[in-house]
């Protein structure tokens, strides 16, 4: 079985309405310790990308990873 590759984007909204942007990809699912390593932000956030990511609340930059 070949391995997936995992794509994370990262989304902006301010008063300019940045769209999605590529991050970086993944050979295989990311471990919470990429995600951190990447997005900078602790173990919490890094779960709630590797489930899908999106926008949790009113934050201004969010991360999606799409299989």
Known sequence: MKNKIYILTRQEND?????????TYFIGKPTVKQ????????????KWVLNGG????????????RE
């Open 35 to 46: 995600i951190i390593n990447w997005t900078g932000h602790d173990e919490e956030y890094a």
């Open 54 to 65: 999106g926008r949790k609340d009113d934050e201004d930059v969010w991360y999606n990873l």
């Open 15 to 23: 008063y300019n309405q940045h769209g999605e942007y590529y991050e």
